[in-house]
């Protein structure tokens, strides 16, 4: 069941100009979340920003036995709520709704790979610390604009993760989108090696993820972003296409139907 | 301390209802709050038939309020008899359905099916949505639309009907009027303002629908307006709404006129809202020694005032 | 970067005015913002008599936008002629006087006195104040109220007439066009929404006057989506306004259809926003290689959207 | 001519739980403010809240060599503005436009009575250190709810000003209202002695002061606080009926041809 905190800012750390990861002190939500889930965001007082924000839950804060304390999100500054987030001060208070959403599958087929386009970047680090402690086998196909975009590759890096790596100006690992390493992996791969590949980013990255993926018939969930009024279907604002049951698309809110879906289940548009 | 208020023959516990559109079915929201703690629920506005709404975009934030153009995407009223009522039932909610016809017949026809539903507290007829082409605000903006569509649903319910009013007018009283006359046991007002907002970098409108509704905080002040001028001119019960985002905004609603409001937008901003509504109107009425909060239904002063000072 | 536009006769060198009745006779601002560097100034709302306007208080903030309910207090036509004419000419000051009337011959009499004063540029006929009972809306509510005035004032002037029209009614397009079809060089939108705040610790109206008018940031999207119904009825340029605040507002207006656009409630919260605004029109035009600032005027592309994709 | 600056805050002082002092880096504004004037604020991006409020100048902030560097305002937690300036952080920007309106006359015939209700003490301290240093002889009337709402009295003790106190509670001071010693004071001084009184609180107590001032055939200064708009003389919110030369009341623009008058100019209501 979601709850709503006036967390305090435990932390506030940039990453460069545009990115910076906020610890909230959220407990309640912490120890519910799992990965894949969001929160809903509201900085500020009064009605101008009106409307809260979604954040992918990043990190899970524990206490030194363990218990939840906290989570993190990673921010892109894009816009008036995002570049509060960025300037926020340790101690402001930000309130917090969550957790909401459909979580990621964690019980994937022996191998995970997990396909992260610029902030989409942020379901992966709950999901590889979850995988991780499940012994699964893991990779992440990784693609920013550049090389001072692509962040927390030690996190993953000591938790395993496998990394491939793509940026556009081709500052670090392929030129390119990360599309194209993830079509030769699954080229390379034994048609009936188990792997189940995760997928967060822009749409057109996830529609093409997506075709990879079911090309090479394997099963695929996406994160979608719609935008979204409420994160609980309340508004139908965040509605995506999926096929139903007759074949049809249907618009389905993506904030209780998802943000997870079985990326064949989208009618990529 | 009496919170309860009327509607026809329906009793409310409190006059809080959540608005039709902002609260999916009502059920999404049975696991985060006490659906039976509500005056009541108004459901998303339901067709015959499924619909499945405009293309997304469809919300966009202005100041202090959103645009939407979702087009009553919905399940359509059977589905919804068959799907949702049960819960809603169990759960011990007080139904408002919020009805959309394209045609005068749908929405008789709309009422007569819903008249038999065990459950159904009352019928909202949306006569103003202003993101859909066929019906619905055609009957809103036209005087002898706005009868003949009550006065046609009249004839089929004995459930309380309220026309909701959109402020796309004029005259919005003349429609109260219009409503009363064709038998209505109540009206709520507004619905939403039509409205628009481009992205300047693409020269693109922001809505994929080119136009979509104002709801929030921002249109507050001329739907409190509205109900002022419609308490003038009508007998019947006012539902009031319109950028409700707390107890004072509720009680600026009672004072204006309205008996009950519903709140849409704060909802979306803050689902646990109910709590702090009734504890604020609460408060408010213990601090003022209202005993029952039909007191304060219109209690507008607009006499002259006092003068005094203190050392403050 | 070309950034005049052209209303009727009137050419002003860039699409800025600063509203009426918020830039008081533009002398007021004369030391703090160089005059002749405003598309135009539009002054405070004159009759022919002087007023006194409504007992304080006269606004109150509302979330993004305030109500105000002044009554129209001023001077009157003669003083102004008299007494803030001499250094609106001397600031070089391309100014909109606006009028207003309680009769239809009181508009006719002060276009008649207003002609033959050298330096005025133009008339902004308000026939859209909400605030006062006599007149003035009046006309703006009804369609041969609307054409009546504007034939009328037409008859005895060759000065650019710019009827200001009021959001409160169902169809603002109907509107534009009878004042196209009577004459009118450019009409301008929005004047205030009509609207009320109320104190629910005295149960009393925030204001004097009980009712205001809504303006501001919280009326915008539906001052935009006005101007754009506008834009699709008549040919004459249209002058857009309500909530601009900065540049990209401006540019909206601009899209939807308005020639140029008023600023009224952003300059008291900055009074030195025009040289903001001009920069970001200019940056804008740098940025998107707009040479001139009329190839924006209606420039919204209701088309289909693109899809592309990066890493972003 | 006013300026407008985004003054980053120096210090925030609490007085009490509703009364701070806010120190604000406004050289500028600084530079030009007299006795009496006035800035208007704006507190936080966004339209919510969406106008400025105006502030009396309370001190102006110097440096070692005595150039003006800022300047404080006595702030009163009334509303939503007032509370978010009761809770700026330093460095926080506040934009601060000023400064404003008509100053009250520096130039007393012998002797200035200064009479301040509440938060009404605000223009008093420029105003008392204006006039040492021209040697005035100073009575402060000071009135408030309570002994804990008095503030500031070592400042005027040490600037030479005699103090003259009551509260609503009788808890410092005489009980009641700053007019009873006012109207005493009047009553023991000969009708010849050079007395200008100047008065800012709440209007019911400047009214009674132009009232207490007239009968004993003073001059009187009064600061009036009507809503303003815009400060500027633009909106025409901020209107208080004087008497004109027609001896007709005719409303007047405070923000522009005040917020100082005449007490006997006002037509009180
Ligand atoms: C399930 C989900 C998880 C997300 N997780 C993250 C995350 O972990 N980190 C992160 O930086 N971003 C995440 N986003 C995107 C983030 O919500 C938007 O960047 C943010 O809402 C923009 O707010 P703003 O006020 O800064 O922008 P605005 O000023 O409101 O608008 C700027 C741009 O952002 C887009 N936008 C506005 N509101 C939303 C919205 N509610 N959802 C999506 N896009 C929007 C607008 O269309 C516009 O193009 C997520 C989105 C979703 C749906
Ligand atoms: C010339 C002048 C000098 C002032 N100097 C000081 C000062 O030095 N220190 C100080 O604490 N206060 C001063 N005030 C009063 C101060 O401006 C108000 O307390 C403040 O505007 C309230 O803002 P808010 O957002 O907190 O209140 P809101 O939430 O807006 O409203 C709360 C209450 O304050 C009143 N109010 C709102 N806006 C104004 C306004 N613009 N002017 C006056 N009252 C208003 C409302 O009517 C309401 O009753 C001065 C006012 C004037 C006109
Ligand atoms: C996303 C959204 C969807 C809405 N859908 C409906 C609807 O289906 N039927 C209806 O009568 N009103 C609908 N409305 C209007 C609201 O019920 C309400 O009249 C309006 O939003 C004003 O109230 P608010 O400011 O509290 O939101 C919708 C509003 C929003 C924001
Ligand atoms: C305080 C105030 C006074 C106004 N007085 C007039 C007036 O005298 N004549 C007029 O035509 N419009 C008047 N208006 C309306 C404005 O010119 C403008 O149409 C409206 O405020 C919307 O623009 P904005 O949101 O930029 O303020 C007034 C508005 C305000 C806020
Ligand atoms: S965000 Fe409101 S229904 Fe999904
Ligand atoms: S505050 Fe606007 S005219 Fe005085």
């Given at each position: 069941m979601p709850i709503d905190v006036e967390a305090p800012v435990i932390d506030n750390r940039r990453?460069?100009?545009?990115?910076?990861?906020?610890?909230?002190?959220?407990?309640?939500i912490a120890a519910q979340a799992r990965p894949g889930q969001f929160v809903m965001v509201k900085v500020g007082h009064g009605h101008d920003p009106l409307l809260r924000r979604p954040f992918s839950v990043f990190e899970i804060l524990r206490d030194a036995s363990g218990t939840p304390t906290g989570l993190t999100i990673l921010n892109k500054q894009v816009g008036v709520s995002t570049s509060r987030l960025f300037d926020a001060a340790p101690g402001q208070r930000i309130s917090c709704l969550g957790p909401l959403g459909k979580p990621f599958t964690v019980d994937p087929p022996g191998e995970a790979w997990m396909v992260a386009g610029g902030v989409g970047l942020a379901p992966f680090a709950l999901l590889a610390e979850v995988l991780?402690?499940?012994?699964?086998?893991?990779?992440?196909?990784y693609g920013a604009r550049k090389a001072g975009e692509l962040f927390y590759l030690d996190f993953f890096a000591q938790l395993g993760v496998r990394l491939i790596l793509t940026t556009e100006d081709g500052s670090r690992?392929?030129?390119?989108?990360?599309?194209?390493?993830?079509?030769?992996?699954?080229?390379?791969r034994p048609a009936s090696a188990p792997v189940l590949t995760y997928a967060c980013g822009p749409e057109g990255m996830l529609a093409a993820v997506a075709r990879v993926a079911a090309r090479a018939d394997r099963?695929?969930?996406?994160?979608?972003?719609?935008?979204?009024?409420?994160?609980?279907?309340?508004c139908y604002s965040c509605v995506i296409p999926v096929r139903g049951d007759d074949g049809q698309p249907h618009n389905v809110r993506s904030c209780i139907a998802g943000p997870v879906f079985a990326g064949d289940a989208i009618v990529w548009e | 301390m009496d919170l309860s208020v009327q509607i026809g023959s329906l009793r409310l516990t409190n006059p809080l209802i959540a608005a039709s559109g902002c609260f999916g079915y009502g059920v999404e929201y049975a696991d985060s709050v006490d659906l039976s703690s509500l005056g009541g629920v108004a459901v998303k506005g339901l067709f015959l038939n499924p619909r499945e709404g405009h293309p997304p975009p469809r919300i966009v934030e202005t100041p202090a309020g959103m645009l939407n153009a979702i087009g009553l995407q919905g399940i359509g009223v059977h589905r919804f008899i068959r799907e949702k009522m049960p819960e809603l039932r169990a759960r011990r909610a007080t139904v408002v359905v919020n009805i959309c016809g394209s045609t005068l017949d749908e929405y008789v026809e709309l009422a007569r099916i819903l008249s038999d539903v065990e459950g159904v507290g009352a019928l909202e007829l949306n006569i103003s949505c202003p993101n859909i082409k066929e019906g619905g605000i055609t009957f809103g903006c036209s005087l002898t639309g706005t009868y003949d569509v009550v006065n046609g649903v009249r004839k089929v319910t004995r459930l309380p009907i309220i026309p909701k009013l959109t402020p796309n007018v004029t005259d919005v009283a003349s429609f109260a009027r219009a409503s009363e006359d064709a038998g209505a046991d109540a009206v709520s007002l507004v619905n939403t303002f039509l409205a628009m907002a481009i992205d300047v970098e693409t020269r693109r409108p922001k809505l994929s629908n080119i136009v979509g509704g104002l709801s929030g905080p921002a249109i507050r002040p001329i739907a409190v307006r509205m109900v002022y001028e419609c308490r003038q001119m009508v007998k019947i019960p006012i539902v009031g709404m319109g950028g409700i985002a707390d107890a004072r905004d509720v009680l600026e609603f009672m004072l204006a006129g309205a008996t009950a409001v519903q709140v849409g937008t704060a909802n979306f901003v803050d689902p646990f809202i109910w709590t702090k509504l009734l504890a604020g109107l609460e408060d408010y009425m213990a601090r003022h020694q209202v005993a029952r909060i039909t007191d304060l239904i219109g209690a507008l002063d607009t006499g002259a005032r006092e003068k005094e000072w203190t050392s403050s």
């Amino acid at each position: 069941m979601p709850i709503d905190v006036e967390a305090p800012v435990i932390d506030n750390r940039r990453l460069s100009g545009e990115y910076n990861v906020l610890a909230l002190a959220a407990p309640g939500i912490a120890a519910q979340a799992r990965p894949g889930q969001f929160v809903m965001v509201k900085v500020g007082h009064g009605h101008d920003p009106l409307l809260r924000r979604p954040f992918s839950v990043f990190e899970i804060l524990r206490d030194a036995s363990g218990t939840p304390t906290g989570l993190t999100i990673l921010n892109k500054q894009v816009g008036v709520s995002t570049s509060r987030l960025f300037d926020a001060a340790p101690g402001q208070r930000i309130s917090c709704l969550g957790p909401l959403g459909k979580p990621f599958t964690v019980d994937p087929p022996g191998e995970a790979w997990m396909v992260a386009g610029g902030v989409g970047l942020a379901p992966f680090a709950l999901l590889a610390e979850v995988l991780h402690a499940r012994g699964t086998a893991m990779t992440l196909f990784y693609g920013a604009r550049k090389a001072g975009e692509l962040f927390y590759l030690d996190f993953f890096a000591q938790l395993g993760v496998r990394l491939i790596l793509t940026t556009e100006d081709g500052s670090r690992g392929e030129r390119g989108r990360v599309t194209g390493p993830l079509e030769r992996e699954f080229a390379a791969r034994p048609a009936s090696a188990p792997v189940l590949t995760y997928a967060c980013g822009p749409e057109g990255m996830l529609a093409a993820v997506a075709r990879v993926a079911a090309r090479a018939d394997r099963p695929c969930e996406v994160s979608v972003e719609r935008v979204m009024g409420c994160g609980m279907g309340g508004c139908y604002s965040c509605v995506i296409p999926v096929r139903g049951d007759d074949g049809q698309p249907h618009n389905v809110r993506s904030c209780i139907a998802g943000p997870v879906f079985a990326g064949d289940a989208i009618v990529w548009e | 301390m009496d919170l309860s208020v009327q509607i026809g023959s329906l009793r409310l516990t409190n006059p809080l209802i959540a608005a039709s559109g902002c609260f999916g079915y009502g059920v999404e929201y049975a696991d985060s709050v006490d659906l039976s703690s509500l005056g009541g629920v108004a459901v998303k506005g339901l067709f015959l038939n499924p619909r499945e709404g405009h293309p997304p975009p469809r919300i966009v934030e202005t100041p202090a309020g959103m645009l939407n153009a979702i087009g009553l995407q919905g399940i359509g009223v059977h589905r919804f008899i068959r799907e949702k009522m049960p819960e809603l039932r169990a759960r011990r909610a007080t139904v408002v359905v919020n009805i959309c016809g394209s045609t005068l017949d749908e929405y008789v026809e709309l009422a007569r099916i819903l008249s038999d539903v065990e459950g159904v507290g009352a019928l909202e007829l949306n006569i103003s949505c202003p993101n859909i082409k066929e019906g619905g605000i055609t009957f809103g903006c036209s005087l002898t639309g706005t009868y003949d569509v009550v006065n046609g649903v009249r004839k089929v319910t004995r459930l309380p009907i309220i026309p909701k009013l959109t402020p796309n007018v004029t005259d919005v009283a003349s429609f109260a009027r219009a409503s009363e006359d064709a038998g209505a046991d109540a009206v709520s007002l507004v619905n939403t303002f039509l409205a628009m907002a481009i992205d300047v970098e693409t020269r693109r409108p922001k809505l994929s629908n080119i136009v979509g509704g104002l709801s929030g905080p921002a249109i507050r002040p001329i739907a409190v307006r509205m109900v002022y001028e419609c308490r003038q001119m009508v007998k019947i019960p006012i539902v009031g709404m319109g950028g409700i985002a707390d107890a004072r905004d509720v009680l600026e609603f009672m004072l204006a006129g309205a008996t009950a409001v519903q709140v849409g937008t704060a909802n979306f901003v803050d689902p646990f809202i109910w709590t702090k509504l009734l504890a604020g109107l609460e408060d408010y009425m213990a601090r003022h020694q209202v005993a029952r909060i039909t007191d304060l239904i219109g209690a507008l002063d607009t006499g002259a005032r006092e003068k005094e000072w203190t050392s403050s």
